[in-house]
């Protein structure tokens, strides 16, 4: 098991933004595709953004054009920003490390979660 130290969660308002860290050794980053899953209530766990170790990025459609996934090789840290953030944004987010395409991903590790809440 990897130990992966998330950050960034909290109270949003609609529209606004959150941005989400997720730090991991650095021998496991370096070789590592990353993703960030959620789950809210009730519903099923989703995929939300991944980035393979070479920087390329996919989004689920409810995400696209409001949140970014992105990498810093110095720091071990994959991150999560946030925009136009809706209600039904709402669920505990977990960063993973693992192997695979968007579609093919395999987790490896998963963080401990961290909760985004969207309200007014």
């Known amino acids: 098991q990897v130990q992966l130290v998330e950050s960034g969660g909290g109270l949003a308002q609609p529209g606004g933004s959150l941005r989400l860290s997720c730090e991991a050794p650095?021998?496991?980053?370096?070789?590592?595709?990353m993703a960030w899953y959620r789950q809210a209530p009730g519903k099923q766990r989703e995929l939300v953004a991944h980035i393979t170790r070479a920087g390329s990025t996919d989004y689920a459609d409810s995400v696209k054009g409001r949140f970014t996934i992105s990498k810093d090789n110095a720091k071990n840290t994959v991150y999560l920003q946030m925009n136009s953030l809706k209600p039904e944004d709402t669920a505990v987010y977990y960063c993973t490390v693992g192997a695979g395409s968007s579609r093919q991903y395999q987790v490896g590790s998963w963080g401990q979660g961290t909760q985004v809440t969207v309200s007014s």
């Open positions: 650095g021998s496991i980053f370096r070789i590592a595709d």
